[in-house]
């Protein structure tokens, strides 16, 4: 396969800030009497703030106006941001440096294809900030996966032909943006239906895993 870019989920691929997402959802729905447990938490992975507050509300016994759902979505984002601070540079995810490097080596471009606003935040306090070649995120985005559009995005900026491109993900929503987009899945975690799949990026060389 010709292999020019790989374009990397953030939240669960490179760094595990996925509790962080949970503990703060979990607030939410604890202070408003909402049933909320790890299985409902699942499909909030690589979906956006408010369509993630949508799934988080389907337990709900009242309506919310548009409002309130504005205020609980900013309230989380008030929880993961405090829960956020604590992250550093040990909190890369296993065996993501040595990837990362060895493509760079390889002449392979790295991107970052996001659905998450804080994902600047999240890149300076894992002191990766300005190590990727385009970062594509929830802030450059009007469509959040499974919609294609934050790896298209991250391609263009890239200047590189969508089919010569691989995704990693961890979020069945982000292996079917990838598949939309035309370009190659590897799935990590208990993401399903990649082209490729590994347990996690410790256990696996992207490159031998792709065949190159
Ligand atoms: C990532 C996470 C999702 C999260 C989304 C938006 O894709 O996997 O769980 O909802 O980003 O994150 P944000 O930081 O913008 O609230
Ligand atoms: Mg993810």
Redesign the pocket.
């Known amino acids: 396969m010709s292999l020019k870019a790989v374009i990397f989920d953030l ?2 691929v490179i760094v595990s800030t ?1 509790e962080c ?1 949970y503990l703060a959802w979990k607030k939410i729905a604890d202070d408003e009497g909402i049933y909320f447990d790890r299985a409902i938490n699942e499909r ?6 408010m369509e ?1 507050l949508e799934i988080v509300l389907e337990r709900a016994e009242k309506e919310y106006s548009e409002e309130e759902k504005t205020k609980l979505a900013e309230t989380k ?1 008030g929880f ?1 941001k405090e829960y956020i601070k604590s992250l550093t540079p040990n909190d890369i995810l296993e065996g993501v440096m040595v990837n990362l490097e060895e493509l760079k080596k390889n002449g392979i471009k790295v991107a970052i294809g ?5 994902t600047p935040i999240i890149l300076k306090q894992i002191g990766l900030d300005g190590y990727f070649d385009a970062v594509s995120d ?1 802030n450059n985005i009007s469509k959040s996966k499974p919609d294609p559009e934050v790896f298209l995005k991250a391609a263009d900026m890239l200047g590189v032909a969508y089919a010569d491109c691989m995704i990693v993900e961890d ?1 069945d929503a982000g292996i079917e943006a990838g598949k939309r987009a035309g370009m190659k899945t590897l799935a990590v975690n208990k993401a399903q239906g990649g082209d490729y799949a590994v347990p996690n990026l410790g256990k696996a060389k992207i490159l031998d895993v792709v065949g190159k």
């Open positions: 939240d669960g996925d997402h909030l992975r690589g979906v956006s703030r993630s984002n993961y996001s659905s998450s606003k804080n929830g979020a």
